[in-house]
């Protein structure tokens, strides 16, 4: 599969304070891509350098093929789904998918109407359509969130947290969604997440954060460093236990 994301000699922090140095990784076409670590970690940091929405203090992100990150006055080539979902909360499901499209197209109304309610039947909420989203549930915000961030038909997407806040059975569809995406209409995803089922059942290659370490202590597909890392850092995120301090 062809490379759609390159990252390359990665530092990023604050000022000049460096969180974490030489993050190099690839994203493959059609893959979902994991960034994991603990709370803290710099995950989150991570995915805002990405989608260039906080400046890398050295090393570059690379689109293969699709352009760089947005600026100001290009449309994006990406789609993002933030935690909060942060959807509009004055303006219908249907409303809130179609801004990117009425901002960044020149479809007529009816088109982009046509197109934003196919977004939302994608994930499920067509009969949402004119809801507001404090009607509607917590996973179905978030999907509504993904079905905006599809609006423009990006070959990529990246989710901070998809699962947070929601309950097993929830998350469990949403990650059902994410499968669908990736495999059926090879959507290139990468998410932030700390979630172990999720992690397990959609993530194809992932890498570890550590912010003591400053960096990438793990990289590889979830069950491989669930089962073979020597790392004890790694095994105690995948085992959900305690990491033994030194006295």
């Not at 891509?33 to 940091?45: D, Q």
């Not at 989203?133 to 961030?149: D, L, Q, T, Y």
């Not at 989710?159 to 959507?187: C, Q």
Request: charged fraction near 20%.
């Amino acid at each position: 599969m062809p490379k759609v994301l390159q990252v390359r000699d990665l530092a990023i922090g604050y000022d000049d304070e460096v969180l974490l140095d030489e993050i190099a990784f690839d994203v493959q076409r059609g893959e979902v891509f994991a960034i994991l670590g603990g709370s803290g970690s710099g995950k989150s940091t991570l995915l805002r350098t990405l989608i260039g929405l906080q400046e890398p203090l050295q090393g570059r992100v690379h689109f293969t093929g699709i352009g760089p990150p947005a600026r100001a006055m290009t449309p994006p080539s990406f789609g993002v789904l933030f935690q909060s979902a942060a959807l509009f909360g004055s303006l219908t499901l249907l409303q809130n998918v179609l801004l990117p499209l009425q901002k960044w197209t020149s479809l007529s109304a009816s088109a982009a109407v046509a197109v934003a309610m196919g977004r939302l039947r994608l994930v499920g909420l067509e009969r949402f359509a004119h809801h507001l989203p404090s009607e509607v549930s917590g996973g179905m915000r978030k999907r509504a969130g993904i079905a905006r961030a599809l609006a423009l038909d990006p070959p990529i997407l990246f989710f901070d947290e998809p699962s947070a806040g929601l309950d097993p059975i929830t998350a469990a569809e949403l990650d059902d969604l994410i499968l669908t995406l990736a495999g059926g209409l090879m959507v290139t995803i990468v998410l932030v997440t700390h979630e172990l089922p999720s992690i397990f059942k959609v993530a194809d290659q992932c890498i570890m954060l550590d912010l003591t370490a400053g960096g990438i202590i793990a990289r590889g597909a979830p069950r491989d460093l669930a089962e073979r890392s020597n790392d004890a850092r790694v095994l105690a995120f995948f085992r959900r236990t305690p990491l033994a301090r030194s006295s």
